[in-house]
């Protein structure tokens, strides 16, 4: 397309199932404009109908709503085949952009844009208008980091009587992000938004849902039925005090959910004040680099790294610090980085381990024992990788299967030095090699061994 209306076409900006976004100029001002397009299937009325609605609800949405967080509509027009809204151009980037676990933003501007997010939907709701589709997609950012709600086609217009709105669609929304109350098709208010602009929160923090499931019904019963876990049991490294803000804002129980965005925006903006350092990501980036050149990781992909980073407590220890005690019990395990340690069973020595080395896997594979067969004390500065075994629990499949494909490997390779050790302090064999590539007859049962070469 060359001209939408007034708007003169410079690109394509995006495209989704129903609709087109451009990047246009505007006769009527020097500012661009963003353009979005849905286009009326000629096969499917009863598509094009429920389109026209969603489309007009858009609209009738977008201009009532004035908040400096949320995208400005200047014009909306239907034609015959299709439809078109000119709305504020945010130049910046989607909070989807965001979500992976080597993508996440500082904590420090995680929680700005949030808060920023709650006056919005605050401003919105005293409107009397609910979004419905709160997702990291329909969440902007300027390079400000002041982010910008947009997609109001799917709000309620709660001014409205639900009895007689034609323009009321039940069912809509996007299943990860909806509340237990929305999946269910119950009345809705204010309070889905802030659950969904919870689970965001969740997601920005950890690079996970709170909620997952390999297919829809059994997502839906898990947002329903079972509580999502801490954030910081996902990432140690994050302030405590955010997991009783996201258990309150992920409540399945309405009264006990956050009444408001303006609530929610507190409690944000306490854990706010704790932070001490605003930025991490030179930090990361180092820790990062680090891992990435320690063989122990040679085989992991760049994300499961980035997750291993956000599961993980880098310990600085001293020289003759216990790191793992013989006989306690625990599934603490991890990797030094730098350093040495010494591993003792009942005082003493089995060997010393240096960097790259994986400590305490035992006990962190065993099925049904968790008890330390050794201990392993630090014999210099240590920079330790502990990594944080709950955590490792709720990762993603992928991490977890190769995590332990690594462990086990290294097990394997340690219990072939320990067989060489123990074979060079042995008698004698019965049949050497030799003998036995030579075809020579087996010693009889009772006598030694009883070994035989497996066929090819």
Same mark, same amino acid.
């Given at each position: 397309?060359?001209?939408?209306?007034?708007?003169?076409?410079?690109k394509?900006?995006?495209?989704?199932?129903?609709?087109?976004?451009?990047?246009?100029?505007?006769?009527?001002?020097?500012?661009?404009?963003?353009?979005?397009?849905?286009?009326f299937?000629?096969?499917?009325?009863?598509?094009?109908?429920r389109?026209?609605?969603?489309f007009?609800?858009?609209?009738?949405?977008?201009?009532?709503?004035?908040?400096?967080?949320?995208?400005?509509?200047?014009?909306?027009?239907?034609?015959?085949?299709?439809?078109?809204?000119?709305?504020?151009?945010?130049?910046?980037?989607?909070?989807?952009?965001?979500?992976?676990?080597?993508?996440? &933003? +500082?904590?420090?501007?995680?929680?700005?844009?949030?808060?920023k997010?709650?006056?919005? *939907?605050? @401003?919105? /709701? !005293?409107? $009397?208008?609910?979004?419905?589709?709160?997702?990291?997609?329909?969440?902007?950012?300027?390079?400000?980091d002041?982010?910008?709600?947009?997609?109001?086609g799917?709000?309620?217009?709660?001014?409205?009587?639900?009895?007689?709105?034609?323009?009321?669609?039940?069912?809509?929304?996007?299943?990860?992000?909806?509340?237990?109350?929305?999946?269910?098709?119950?009345?809705?208010?204010?309070?889905?938004?802030?659950?969904?602009?919870?689970?965001?929160?969740?997601?920005?923090?950890?690079?996970?849902?709170?909620?997952?499931?390999?297919?829809?019904?059994?997502?839906?019963?898990?947002?329903?039925?079972?509580?999502?876990?801490?954030?910081?049991?996902?990432?140690?490294? &994050? +302030?405590?005090?955010?997991?009783?803000?996201?258990?309150?804002?992920?409540?399945?129980? *309405?009264? @006990?959910? /956050? !009444?408001? $965005?303006?609530?929610?925006?507190?409690?944000?903006?306490?854990?706010?004040?704790?932070?001490?350092?605003?930025d991490?990501?030179?930090?990361?980036?180092?820790?990062?680099?680090?891992?990435?050149?320690?063989?122990?990781?040679?085989?992991?992909?760049?994300?499961?790294?980035?997750?291993?980073?956000?599961?993980?407590?880098?310990?600085?220890?001293?020289?003759r610090?216990?790191?793992?005690?013989?006989?306690?019990?625990?599934?603490?395990?991890?990797?030094?980085?730098?350093?040495?340690?010494?591993?003792?069973?009942?005082?003493?020595?089995?060997?010393?381990?240096?960097e790259?080395?994986?400590?305490?896997?035992?006990?962190y594979?065993?099925?049904?024992?968790?008890?330390?067969?050794?201990?392993?004390v630090?014999?210099?500065?240590?920079?330790?990788?502990?990594?944080?075994?709950?955590?490792?629990?709720?990762?993603?499949?992928?991490?977890?299967e190769?995590?332990?494909?690594?462990?086990?490997?290294?097990?394997?390779?340690?219990?072939?030095?320990?067989?060489?050790?123990a074979?060079?302090?042995?008698?004698?064999?019965?049949?050497?090699?030799?003998?036995?590539?030579?075809?020579?007859?087996?010693?009889?049962?009772?006598?030694?061994l009883?070994?035989?070469?497996?066929?090819p």
């Amino acid at each position: 397309m060359e001209t939408i209306g007034k708007y003169r076409v410079v690109k394509e900006l995006g495209k989704g199932a129903t609709a087109t976004v451009y990047l246009c100029a505007s006769p009527d001002s020097d500012l661009p404009v963003a353009v979005k397009v849905i286009r009326f299937g000629q096969d499917c009325a009863a598509m094009s109908r429920r389109l026209r609605k969603l489309f007009r609800n858009e609209e009738m949405v977008a201009r009532r709503l004035d908040h400096p967080n949320i995208a400005k509509v200047y014009e909306g027009v239907v034609e015959e085949n299709f439809a078109y809204l000119a709305m504020e151009y945010i130049q910046g980037f989607s909070l989807e952009a965001h979500t992976r676990i080597d993508k996440l &933003l +500082p904590l420090h501007r995680v929680i700005g844009i949030i808060f920023k997010c709650c006056m919005a *939907l605050d @401003s919105a /709701y !005293r409107q $009397g208008i609910i979004h419905r589709d709160i997702k990291p997609a329909n969440i902007l950012v300027r390079g400000d980091d002041e982010p910008m709600l947009v997609d109001f086609g799917l709000a309620l217009n709660l001014n409205k009587n639900m009895d007689r709105d034609s323009t009321f669609i039940t069912g809509v929304g996007s299943p990860s992000y909806m509340s237990p109350e929305q999946v269910k098709g119950y009345q809705l208010n204010q309070k889905t938004d802030l659950y969904s602009l919870g689970v965001v929160l969740f997601q920005l923090l950890t690079g996970r849902l709170p909620f997952r499931a390999k297919n829809q019904a059994t997502l839906i019963y898990r947002i329903i039925n079972t509580e999502a876990p801490d954030v910081t049991s996902l990432n140690p490294g &994050l +302030p405590e005090g955010l997991n009783a803000i996201l258990r309150r804002a992920l409540e399945k129980d *309405l009264y @006990s959910r /956050y !009444r408001n $965005g303006a609530e929610f925006a507190k409690d944000l903006a306490a854990v706010r004040y704790q932070i001490v350092g605003d930025d991490d990501t030179v930090q990361d980036n180092r820790h990062f680099e680090m891992l990435r050149k320690l063989a122990f990781f040679t085989e992991f992909e760049n994300v499961e790294l980035w997750e291993i980073l956000r599961i993980s407590v880098w310990r600085q220890i001293a020289p003759r610090v216990t790191i793992i005690r013989e006989g306690e019990s625990s599934k603490v395990f991890g990797i030094v980085v730098e350093g040495y340690v010494e591993i003792s069973i009942a005082g003493r020595t089995l060997c010393r381990l240096g960097e790259g080395e994986v400590v305490g896997e035992v006990a962190y594979l065993h099925p049904t024992s968790d008890e330390r067969s050794a201990s392993v004390v630090t014999l210099e500065n240590t920079l330790f990788l502990e990594i944080n075994a709950p955590a490792l629990a709720l990762a993603s499949e992928e991490l977890q299967e190769r995590m332990r494909t690594a462990l086990l490997g290294k097990m394997i390779d340690r219990m072939r030095d320990v067989n060489r050790i123990a074979a060079a302090l042995g008698t004698p064999a019965v049949e050497s090699a030799q003998s036995l590539m030579a075809g020579s007859t087996r010693a009889a049962p009772g006598t030694g061994l009883d070994l035989e070469l497996a066929p090819p």
